[in-house]
């Protein structure tokens, strides 16, 4: 070894291959084994979001993570096996968006008979279902996203060669790089550097080098380059048995109830307006026309809260409030069986103070006027980076300044805060690009909603990012409407 130069055999300049990748929405997997250093172009944006120069895939709302396999290359002749000797990972430009961990799996596929005597290669792209057609294509699959059934196939025939290979499962894919930290992609940051552990050569060693190698993320996200260093070498063809075992994995298939009237933005027209853009009976008391602020947020990476108190649609996803992807989310993701959303606590938040003096209460008879009654929560051009999940706590403090009311909200809700906060919208699981509306008369997901509100506080499951979050309810006073604070907010 000592005298053997390194390769990159992960780079396309020396025929590596991506054969298959769960989710490729933002950036196509294929940018992962570039051989140029990665660019960003900071006003650059495509139909599904910020154009990132690496692999990037949608914030996971699905159980499971994500991941991608490679066919390893070292130049003309990439039908061998290949010994790796280090891992670079660059997440150059992913500064909130990049996959918090990662892990790096390898194995070695062999000829069978049948392929010994017919010659070609196709031995080591053919097992893997879809493989074949995606390189014929030589497309681009930015913006697309596999099915449940086809990763649930592709991961099948993961193990089912690699029990073809060894007859044992445990043995066949080999962990080069357990489960590990990224840190985000600023100058200082970006490089991630690892050599391979001796007893992990050793076992690429005793089965005469690797042909492929799986990057997991995990949950999400995205790296800019992947640099698998090592070099060729020359062993003997062992046999590939020509029998399938196919493994299922286990799904949560628990139902989400349609809980609001969701209006996807590509049906809208200007003949066919989506809900917000038509006359409603009451005002909304959220927007920035009738005195609505954005106050705080636990996080603003991408966006801040006054963009979601606009009176227009949202123009891009600029134009909206995105929290960074939450660095803590779990390796895998799950759901709980009973409610169908994600089983995690993580989340963000923003507090909104509604004009006019907030939401009079309503007291008496059922015809009695007050309450909150119509809340649309938008998430217009957010296709892959919408929230898995959203709920709305509202408090009435007229009578408390806002640094009091953000500060309560930032806190533990332990009881002994000044601000009683209380449930005003049930969390509920969101789609892309799209306009929910709930209506108090429906009974579903309302509470409190004949309540008195100042102040809302809009909570995101675990993550993600909103256009705009639209309350509609009986002001108190009506002398606080100004429409010429909409011209101060353009």
């Known amino acids: 070894m000592a005298n053997t130069k390194l390769i990159n055999l992960s780079s396309s300049a020396n025929s590596a291959k991506i054969l298959f990748a769960t989710d490729e929405w933002f950036a196509s997997a294929e940018n992962i084994l570039s051989p140029y250093p990665p660019t960003f172009i900071a006003d650059l944006y495509c139909p599904e979001g910020k154009v990132m120069d690496g692999w990037e895939t949608r914030r996971k709302r699905t159980e499971g993570h994500d991941w991608c396999v490679v066919k390893l290359g070292c130049g003309d002749d990439s039908s061998g096996p290949m010994m790796i000797e280090s891992v670079e990972l660059d997440t150059a430009y992913f500064t909130g ?18 392929d010994c005597n017919i010659g070609n290669d196709d031995y080591l792209y053919n097992w893997m279902p879809g493989a074949i057609s995606r390189l014929a294509s030589g497309k ?33 894919w080999i962990t080069i790089l357990p489960m590990v930290e990224l840190q985000p992609g600023y100058e200082e940051s970006r490089y991630h550097k690892f050599q391979l552990d001796t007893d992990v050569k050793r076992k690429l060693e005793d089965i005469g080098g690797v ?45 989400i109830a349609a809980a609001s009237t969701i209006h996807p933005h590509s049906l809208t027209s200007s003949t066919t ?34 963009n979601l108190i606009r009176t227009t649609l949202g123009v891009d996803m600029g134009d909206g409030w995105e929290t960074a992807r939450h660095p803590h989310r779990p390796a895998v993701i799950t759901k709980d069986p009973v409610t169908g ?85 049930k969390r ?50 009506k002398k606080d409407s100004n429409e010429e604070r909409l011209i101060s907010h353009l």
């Open 97 to 114: 968006n990049q996959t918090p961990r990662v892990s790096i799996e390898a194995m070695k596929i062999t000829r069978n008979e049948q």
């Open 140 to 172: 681009s699959f930015q913006g697309t996203g596999q099915s449940t059934d086809a990763i649930r196939r592709a991961d099948a025939a993961c193990q089912a060669v690699a029990l073809n290979t060894t007859r044992q499962l445990s043995d066949a």
């Open 211 to 255: 042909t492929h190698i799986r990057l997991n993320y995990y949950p999400d996200g995205g790296v800019a380059r992947m640099k698998i260093w090592g070099y060729p070498v020359h062993s003997s063809s062992s046999t590939l048995a020509n029998n399938s075992q196919q493994t299922s994995l286990r799904q949560n298939h628990a139902a």
């Open 273 to 306: 307006p989506p809900p917000s853009s038509k006359r409603y009976h009451q005002p909304e008391l959220s927007s920035v026309l009738h005195g609505g602020k954005g106050l705080a947020c636990s996080n603003k990476h991408y966006g801040v809260p006054s």
């Open 341 to 425: 959303l994600q089983d995690t606590p993580l989340m963000d938040w923003a507090v909104l103070k509604l004009g006019m003096g907030g939401v009079v209460e309503k007291v008496g008879h059922s015809d009695s006027k007050g309450g909150v009654e119509r809340i649309i929560i938008d998430t217009r051009h957010f296709k892959g980076n919408f929230p898995e999940s959203v709920s709305i706590d509202a408090c009435c403090c007229s009578n408390l300044s806002d640094d009091v009311v953000c500060a309560s909200a930032a806190a533990d809700n332990n009881g002994s805060s000044v601000v009683e906060w209380f449930p005003l919208l």
């Open 428 to 477: 509920t699981a969101l789609s892309a690009d799209a306009e929910h509306e709930f209506l108090r008369d429906d009974g579903k997901m309302i509470v409190n909603g004949s309540r008195g509100v100042t102040h809302v506080r809009v909570s995101t499951y675990p993550d993600g990012g909103l256009s705009r979050v639209r309350i509609y309810g009986h002001p108190l006073s």
